[in-house]
């Protein structure tokens, strides 16, 4: 048997299962370093110099019965676990908020001010001063608070709940809408609503892009015909993109692979060409920037 060195390869391109293994793409730079994919790729990290390097270990820090649902911005982190909703801070102290939720229900939130609202289809309210509060009632003719919904989102003063078809938009610099005309109605059910500093992506069954600064503005332009897995989207600063994006822009994961949405409208699926999606209902993401390295990191059910 010859046991001789075939190749040696200096630099690996990522994970691919679109390709069969004996076709995966093997390429040379001008300095000779050979390129190419991985049919298996499993606790290892790959930096922007194409160096594989094993993933760091993990250690636990809280535990709990049914977390989900969690989410932060600096040192605030919420999460829910069972019927509870949770503050965590830095030190992974937990701290209960919000007992008595509906269970098995994911929570969606968006910041605005000096409140994070929140919402998970059976509730609604907001966090401020290291208390939830539930919409208080205007007590206007044609006004009543938005109600619980599955995905909120801030955009131009205005909060967007979705619940169903239903995109409810409230009145501007406030949490109530107006019951004439405070809402658009899709065709199928939204399962993805997020802003980014020109408009809104929504998806339900298709992707559309929102862009305008006030709802009469509104256009609606489908940029996708696939889906968003649900809580799969996460903002993130188009600086740490690269490739010379302006302003914050949005990832998701769709049912065909990864997705960027800038703010001109424009989508690009990340990784069709070299990962094939499996079905998946809901999941859950996160944005981190680890030794220069930025990662988008989900997790499908």
């Known amino acids: 048997m010859d046991n001789s060195l075939l190749t040696t390869f200096g630099h690996f391109t990522g994970f691919n299962n679109v390709d069969k293994s004996f076709r995966l793409p093997v390429v040379a730079d001008r300095s000779g370093k050979i390129f190419s994919d991985m049919d298996t790729l499993e606790n290892l990290d790959i930096d922007n110099q194409f160096v594989l390097s094993t993933r760091p270990g ?13 989410w932060a911005s600096g040192d605030v982190c919420f999460y829910v676990d069972g019927d509870t909703l949770y503050q965590m801070n830095l030190s992974y102290v937990k701290t209960s908020l919000l007992s008595g939720l509906t269970a098995g229900h994911f929570m969606s939130y968006t910041p605005w ?28 003719t044609f006004k009543t608070p938005l109600p619980p919904g599955r995905h909120i989102a801030y955009y131009r003063g205005r909060l967007y709940l979705a619940k169903g078809k ?69 903002l993130v600063s188009g600086i740490l993109v690269g490739d010379g994006i302006d302003g914050n822009v949005a990832l998701w994961t769709s049912t065909e692979g990864v997705c960027l949405g800038d703010n001109s409208g424009t989508v690009k699926n990340l990784t069709r060409a070299r990962y094939a999606m499996s079905s998946h209902g809901a999941g859950g993401a996160a944005v981190r920037e680890d030794n220069g390295q930025v990662h988008y990191i989900t997790t499908l059910q």
């Open 58 to 70: 993990s250690g636990l820090k809280l535990s709990g019965t049914d977390i989900h649902s969690i």
């Open 113 to 140: 001010n000096d409140k994070v609202y929140l919402t998970n289809d059976h509730y609604i309210g907001y966090h401020k001063n290291n208390s939830v509060s539930a919409l208080a009632d205007p007590g206007l």
């Open 166 to 234: 239903v995109l409810y938009i409230s009145d501007a610099l406030c949490d109530h809408y107006d019951v004439r005309t405070g809402f658009r109605v899709f065709e199928n059910d939204i399962t993805m609503l997020i802003a980014v500093d020109k408009g809104l992506y929504i998806s339900d069954g298709k992707t559309w892009w929102i862009p305008g600064a006030e709802p009469e503005e509104f256009q609606k332009i489908k940029v996708s015909d696939t889906d968003a897995i649900p809580y799969t989207d996460r």
